[in-house]
């Protein structure tokens, strides 16, 4: 089993370095920065497919941890602590290699924190808030959760639109760039770093894949499973069902904020669209497409639903695009489209159009929908009303 | 010392007391039935022992320990697993991914490790698969292993979640109407699993409606009505006990 | 704070939440006929507001309002019969996410039709400057307007299901679908109807109060998320519980943009949304429900 893992996650990379080629050798390299952020985006994918398809829980705020890290990564290494330089905390800092000198913006220069520790910061407080958050919301259940996980994006939405020090609606510019290994690999969005960039995103997802694809075959993973097949059974052999959610809540939520970290200092900078409900929407919209529990499937439709967004291949009509999707996914195939049985929806179609002449009440249309209905299909018999 | 002992324990839902001051105890190594007619209380009799529904009154304390108050989770820690009535097997596992679950909790590997594949969790990784072997082996159903274990026949699922609940070895099983939609020869032959369980060292608590399985196998039986115990004792004194045969016996048919 | 401040905020609060406990009942009209939380809820209200200040070029603004309503009413039936109706027995999530999915196609089709431009209906009687004194504080007649028309649906809706016989049927319907509709109900048209009367009331609600807080094509969500609140708050399905928590809402909110950046106003009452959730799911005046696990 290991073995295919590796042969997929081979092929991947081989397919993103034959991409790479392509792209620079036809004179289109420019493509390389949308498939490089459209690689961050597919972290955040990955993150919620698991939480989704295997925990079985929804999340509607997911862009707030994407936030977080980048917020966090961009707030540190822009806010300048050079006035304050006497402190002792700050020239202790100073003095222990946080704290960085640069260049500034309007000449003279700032003290600000290194990328590296404000890189570890924003993961570790974006665990943190998934932890708090997730204890008390994932004990919710259905369209609870739902709106639960709504409020909370929300809630971070508002706060990074409301709050000065954020940049309010402007959002923080002139992040710097990310030299994760100095000299030889930079996170930073300019033509001369193109190629080195696209690969560490590319490494970084094809890294998180096996990752991912590991957990999933191990006894969390098996646990996790259980617990969307049958909650109270996998309970009663001793699995800790809240806790196991939580920590793959939280586990998305770092994925989520590696993300957001990076792209941050891949733009130089990150706005308040990052962290607003549509772009949450989006998530869910493209883990829905790929397929709940469907590493691989949310991976094919991030990446590319993704590029096409950010090629501008919507037009204005980006977000209805996927409001579109996520209808037409769920109507037709809640399972994702890979298990979209096309026949099946146009004999239903038909059966619609013409209906049977006895009223049938309630037909249990459910099992016709498709397998793999994954946290969609399951609770329809808890909705006891 | 009693392996598991219920004292005065009680619990309403609404208006109607399901299950109303029944205190009893299991002994190591025996085989115990819950009988009674159907709505006498004796599933929320087991989903109050096994941490399911929280008692409204009344103890439960097994191997000498209260589990008062404990997760499900926490009881099945503790040595106590279970079947369900109405099978609930995991959807879109093998049988034998049914059965690892069940060793769930004799394994530690746990996020990072999981994702970091580290040789210590694939050699525990293998350790469980190895034993869920064993255990399927044990009850007959090795050769079910590789299937999807929803697509089975009942029976067949009802052997899986069997092995699922003893997988983790477990001190004591309760077993929630194992016969329920079985056919005579099977129900014979699960008869005969039960008693090599118990042979094994687990004790057995379990709820039937099947008079033939339960009167055959069981050491002791304790009959349950409207919530209430009428009757304790061995089969065969339970049998003889006029009120049992007015309110159950008589009533169906046996 | 002043007596007369005081009074001004509170009565601030009942406006913004008499609109809420409409948006609220809506949800609940829905919630009891099919068990759907209808996350578009809020574009109603939108969709009213916008459609009669456009309507209102070439209408006087009581036609205006009647034709927003029926236009709304028609986009709440369509949204029926076109996707709702095609499912049967889908669980809770699928149906809210279809919702969402819903709400982003009208408040696009709502961008694209209309702008990024903040839109209102003049007011009905007097202007901007028109007030009358309650207590200490300045009044615009258009609060009498929305609270009065809000409680006129109130009321409306409520006799509307307690005596008539449409309306003892959609509670029949409710209550048990297949036993409805083994009665002979028309039970798909019922829900469709209740579609289209949650329509209405929010597409109302949206033009009595577009001269006070305008409209835009993106306010939608905001009011979806609080009219969950308040159906929650009073425990989905109750309506005069709904009316009270509107209240309440909309009165807290208002106290609060004085201690904190009106910006953290919405996050306001998604902090109440998320304690009630945490702490009561079943809603203040509700009965428990199986909510969590």
Sequence with gaps: ?385 | MALLEVSGISKRFGGVAAVQDVSFRVEPGMIKAIIGPNGAGKTTLFNLVSGFVPPDKGSVRLGGESIQGRRPHEVAARGLTRTFQHIKLFAGMTALENVMVGRHLRARSGFLSGMLHLPWARREDAAVRERAVEVMDLLGIAALAPLEATALSYGQQRAVELARALASDPRIVLLDEPAAGLNMRETRELAKLVSKIRDRGVTVLLVEHDMSLVMGISDEVLVLSYGEKIAEAAPREVQSDPEVVRIYLGDDGC | MTGDLFLQFVIAGLTYGAIYAVVGIGFNIIYSATGIINFAQGEFVMLGGMTAVSLHTVLPIPLAIAGAVLVTMAVGALIEVALMRWLSGPSALRMIIITIGVSILVREAALLTWGQQVRSLPYFTGNEVTSFAIGGARVSPQVLWTVGACAAMVILVTVFFQWTMLGRQMRACAANRVAASLCGLPTRNLVTLSFALSAAMGALAGCVVSPITYTRYDIGAGLAIKGFTVAILGGLGNSLAAVAAGLVLGVVESFSVSLMPAAYKDAISIAVLLGILFVRPSGIFGEKEASRA
Excluded at chain 1, 24 to 48: E, F, N, P, R
Excluded at chain 1, 63 to 91: K, N, Q
Excluded at chain 1, 120 to 127: E, G, N, R, T
């Design chain 1, 1 to 385: 089993m290991l073995d295919s893992r590796f042969a997929k996650i081979g092929i991947f990379l081989a397919a993103a370095v034959a991409v790479e080629r392509i792209a620079v050798l036809s004179g289109a390299g420019y493509l390389l920065t949308q498939l490089t952020m459209s690689a961050y985006y597919t972290l955040v994918a990955l993150g919620l497919s698991l939480l989704m398809g295997y925990a079985g829980q929804i999340s509607l705020g997911h862009a707030g941890f994407f936030a977080i890290g980048g917020y966090t990564s961009a707030a540190l290494t822009t806010w300048d602590l050079s006035a304050r330089h006497a402190e002792p905390v700050v020239a202790a800092l100073s003095r222990a290699g946080v704290l960085v000198a640069r260049a500034g913006a309007f000449g003279g220069d700032v003290l600000v924190v290194h990328p590296w520790p404000a890189f570890l910061c924003a993961v570790a407080l974006s665990a943190a808030v998934a932890f708090l958050v997730g204890i008390p919301v994932l004990k919710l259940r259905g369209h609870y959760l739902a709106m639960a996980t709504l409020g909370v994006g929300t809630i971070l939405s508002s706060i990074a639109v409301g709050t000065a020090a954020l940049g309010a609606a402007d959002g923080i510019s002139g992040v710097p760039p990310f030299d994760l290994v100095p000299g030889l690999l930079r996170v930073a969005g300019n033509a001369p770093v193109r190629i080195v960039n696209y690969y560490v995103a590319f490494g970084l997802l094809a890294a998180a894949m096996l990752l991912l694809s590991n957990l999933v075959w191990s006894r969390v993973g098996r646990a996790l499973r259980a617990i969307h097949g049958a909650e109270d059974a996998a309970s009663a052999m001793g699995v800790d069902v809240a806790r196991y959610k939580l920590g793959t809540f939280v586990l998305s939520a770092v994925l989520a904020a590696v993300a957001g970290s990076l792209l941050t200092h891949f733009n130089a900078g990150i706005g308040p669209s990052e962290v607003s409900i549509m772009k949450s929407v989006r998530y869910v919209a493209i883990v829905a497409v790929g397929g709940m529990g469907s590493l691989w499937g949310a991976m094919a439709a991030s990446l590319s639903l993704n590029f096409l967004s950010l090629r501008g291949y919507f037009g204005s009509l980006d977000d209805a695009v996927f409001g579109g999707i996520l209808i037409a996914v769920m109507l037709f195939s809640p399972g994702g489209i890979l298990s979209l049985d096309v026949r099946g929806a146009i004999l239903a179609l038909l059966r619609r159009v013409r209906p049977p002449r006895a009223p049938a009440p309630e037909p249990e249309d459910e099992a016709a929908a498709g397998d793999g209905v994954g946290v969609l299909g399951k609770e329809a018999g808890e909705e006891g009303r």
